[in-house]
């Protein structure tokens, strides 16, 4: 908005009425309007780290990241626990493409 564009929540936010953000990114009429700035975070994991959750907003439009995690904590395989966050979105209604990566962690 501050580079003289605009977003909108159509179902999901989208930039210029059109796209997805995420899919603004590289979108050459909208590329102007997208900071694709990203946030990098950097954190020492533990054994209290159970996996890492790597999606799109097709998930995060419709599942909160508590829910996510009670979703899959008691999943072993990071594929299942994947497909089953994936599924879930599905069931809640959302509008936007979804894919999911699971990384399971096992401290020895």
């Known amino acids: 908005e501050d580079a003289g564009g ?21 979108d050459r ?9 990203p ?17 799109s907003d097709g998930l995060w439009d419709v599942v909160s990241n508590q829910d996510a995690i009670m979703l899959v904590k008691n999943i072993p395989e990071a594929d ?7 599924e879930e979105a599905f069931q809640r209604g959302s509008n936007d493409n979804i894919s999911c990566v699971v990384l399971k962690f096992r401290f020895s």
């Not at 605009?6 to 590289?26: D, E, I, M, P």
């Not at 909208?30 to 694709?36: A, H, P």
């Open 39 to 55: 946030d990098i975070r950097d954190a020492a994991l533990t054994v209290d780290d159970d996996c890492l959750i790597l999606a």
């Open 80 to 86: 299942k626990a994947a497909h089953r966050l994936v």
């Open 6 to 26: 605009v977003v909108v929540w159509a179902g999901t936010w989208r930039v210029g009425g059109v796209l997805a953000v995420s899919r603004a990114f590289g």
């Open 29 to 37: 009429p909208l590329k102007r309007y997208v900071i694709s700035t």
